[in-house]
């Protein structure tokens, strides 16, 4: 069966670090996939999106990569503060299927 | 552009009422998503409109969920009767299309069923 898992629930590094968040899926051939931030009693929002064709995005601290070979793909934010606290999900389009979220990594950058 | 703006925030009402979640999706948008947001379940898309009309509704989980678009501007998620395992954030997002677009979502509406 098609699944999306992302690496943990929680994870917990010290500011200033690398956080580096995990979405791994199977049975897809994704043509594209997005990276969204949610805040408690919030909304998700879109962060980043890359394609299959693109091994590697940026936008300010950052990345996205994307492995098909793989299928993973690795979310970097670097130089980590408190404000990046929050749940990122990951989400999948096929063209064999709808939009797929992941269950979300719940970060916390302590000071 | 205000975003995606849902009513009511939080609800909480009886086992068997009817509960009616409302969503003005942002203008432009041709595209709109409902989604159910659970501990154990995560985000799951109930519904989807393409154009007011309804595309994909496999995720709706049974004959007591239903949703509406009558226009471009506005649409419901009706649950009849509603029982304690419907408790859940319900979005409403939208996107100008399908694919490769982002999905605005709206704050959800905090629904529990006692």
């Known amino acids: 069966s098609q699944k999306i898992e992302q690496n943990s629930e929680a994870l917990n590094i010290q500011e200033g670090k690398t956080a580096t968040l995990t979405c791994n899926y199977t049975?897809?051939?994704?043509?594209?996939l997005q990276w969204y931030r949610q805040d408690p009693g919030r909304g998700p929002v879109f962060l980043l999106l890359?394609?299959?064709?693109?091994k590697e995005k940026r936008k300010e601290r950052l990345k996205v990569t994307f492995d098909t070979t793989l299928k993973q793909s690795l979310f970097h934010i670097t130089a980590s503060q408190p404000a990046d606290s929050a749940t990122y999900l990951c989400?999948?389009?096929?063209?064999?299927?709808?939009?797929?979220f992941g269950s979300g990594t719940r970060l916390s950058i302590r000071p | 552009d205000a975003g995606v703006i849902q009513s009511p925030r939080h609800e909480v009402t009886e086992m068997g009422q009817e509960v009616t979640l409302r969503c003005k999706p942002i203008?432009?948008?041709?595209?709109l998503f409902w989604y159910r947001q659970t501990m154990m379940r995560g985000l799951e898309l109930l519904i989807y409109?393409?154009?007011?009309?309804?595309?994909?509704d496999s995720g709706m989980p049974e004959d007591r969920f239903s949703a509406k678009m009558p226009n471009a501007s506005f649409s419901t998620l009706k649950i009849q009767p509603s029982e304690p395992r419907d408790s859940a954030v319900y979005f409403c997002?939208?996107?100008?299309?399908?694919?490769?677009?982002?999905?605005?979502f709206g704050e959800g509406s905090w629904l529990t069923v006692v």
């Open positions: 049975n897809y051939s994704p043509a594209y």
């Open positions: 989400a999948l389009y096929s063209s064999a299927s709808k939009i797929i």
């Open positions: 203008s432009g948008h041709d595209y």
């Open positions: 997002a939208s996107s100008i299309s399908y694919t490769g677009n982002t999905i605005y």
């Open positions: 890359i394609r299959e064709n693109e």
């Open positions: 409109f393409n154009n007011n009309v309804p595309i994909d």
